[in-house]
């Protein structure tokens, strides 16, 4: 079992910055893969990054060059820095396990762990 603690959302203006944190549980953190998503009011949940257990980095397009995640192993944490923020980004940001994939995924349904979520509020 693992269990997902995300911190560090809250309100900034447009062209602000915040990184957001996941904590995990378990021992064997360094063999998932893990992932950000998020969700708007009335929207269905979107990809938004992905570091595999190897390292490698995935984003969706709408948030390459602007975020980026990173995780540290020995502190069973993964990070999404987040620059540049628009009002577009307003969502709830979840973290995310994949303890089955070989390879990392975009793809919600491939996660099998999830937080509770945090909220990002970006005003105009």
């Known amino acids: 079992q693992v269990q997902l603690v995300e911190s560090g959302g809250g309100l900034v203006q447009a062209g602000g910055s915040l990184r957001l944190s996941c904590a995990a549980s378990g021992r064997t953190f360094s063999s998932y893969h893990m992932g950000w998503f998020r969700q708007a009011p009335g929207k269905e949940r979107e990809f938004v990054a992905a570091?595999?257990?190897?390292?490698?980095?995935t984003y969706s397009d709408s948030v390459k060059g602007r975020f980026t995640i990173s995780r540290d192993n020995a502190k069973k944490l993964v990070y999404l820095q987040m620059n540049s923020l628009k009002p577009e980004d307003t969502a709830v940001y979840y973290c995310a396990a994949d303890s089955n994939s070989v390879n990392c995924s975009i793809y919600a349904k491939r996660y099998d762990y999830w937080g509770q979520g945090t909220q990002v509020t970006v005003s105009s």
């Open positions: 570091i595999a257990k190897s390292g490698g980095t």
